[in-house]
């Protein structure tokens, strides 16, 4: 299947720092979206994103679509506690009847020291 | 908000036992999904459903059936479980269309085959 190469795998910070993720592919995706999975829980949607280039805001998070639509990025600044978690890249190419299924990325788990 | 509920949050079975896990959404979603979540390789998709009694294999759906009877909800099925479908299983659901890229989980099932 498609893959996704999400990195770092993880993340050691101090509260405060910003931290950057990233995710790249062979192919190109027409939509990139960024979830988070806290401790016990299900993925959440962040931030999705549908076209080339875009950059969106999420509070203290921006993802930028990449131009060339084969990756993605996720910054998060000035960090706190509890953005603790995993943080998976998904991307979707609109191809007919694989129209509902996402690829992930395989995540980036967060440490957040206070 | 949309409220996606698995029956069990921990299960242990035997090898060999049949396992089911249900899922529920209160939605109205047309599309629902189950993904397994291993240390690692991230979320991969086992199978997914666009509509009642219909059903698409996702990338890794060898030891696993589904059941759709009702659109709410949504089975997985393990004919007869192995050690190596030790995992936590997550199930989601979407919109047909539009938005059918973003999902939504579970908080999941961790099941032990022993």
């Known amino acids: 299947g498609q893959q996704l190469n999400q990195s770092p795998q993880s993340m050691f910070i101090q509260e405060g720092e910003d931290v950057s993720m990233n995710c790249t592919s062979s192919?190109?995706?027409?939509?990139w979206l960024w979830y988070k999975q806290e401790p016990g829980e299900g993925p959440v949607l962040l931030i999705a994103?549908?076209?080339?280039?875009e950059l969106t805001s999420n509070g203290r998070l921006t993802a930028q679509f990449g131009i060339t639509r084969k990756d993605s990025f996720l910054n998060i600044s000035a960090s706190i506690p509890s953005d603790v978690g995993i943080y998976f890249c998904?991307?979707?190419?609109?191809?007919?009847?694989?129209?509902?299924?996402?690829?992930f990325g395989k995540g980036t788990l967060l440490t957040v020291n206070p | 908000d949309v409220k996606v509920t698995q029956s069990s949050r921990y299960l242990v079975k035997r090898t060999g036992e049949k396992v089911f896990l249900e899922c529920v959404q209160d939605?109205?979603?047309?599309?629902m999904f189950w993904y397994r979540q291993d240390p690692g390789l991230g979320l991969r998709l086992i199978y997914f459903?666009?509509?009642?009694?219909?059903?698409e294999k996702g990338d890794i759906p060898e030891g696993y059936s589904v059941s759709r009877e009702k659109k709410e909800r949504f089975s997985l099925i393990l004919e007869s479980a192995s050690t190596n479908q030790t995992s936590m299983y997550l199930c989601?659901?979407?919109?047909?269309?539009?938005?059918?890229?973003?999902?939504?989980f579970g908080s999941g099932t961790q099941l032990s085959v022993l």
């Open positions: 989601a659901s979407s919109l047909l269309t539009p938005g059918n890229e973003k999902l939504f």
């Open positions: 939605m109205d979603h047309e599309n």
């Open positions: 994103l549908y076209k080339a280039g």
């Open positions: 459903s666009y509509d009642v009694k219909m059903k």
């Open positions: 998904a991307g979707r190419r609109n191809s007919g009847g694989s129209n509902y299924k996402l690829t």
């Open positions: 192919s190109i995706f027409n939509t």
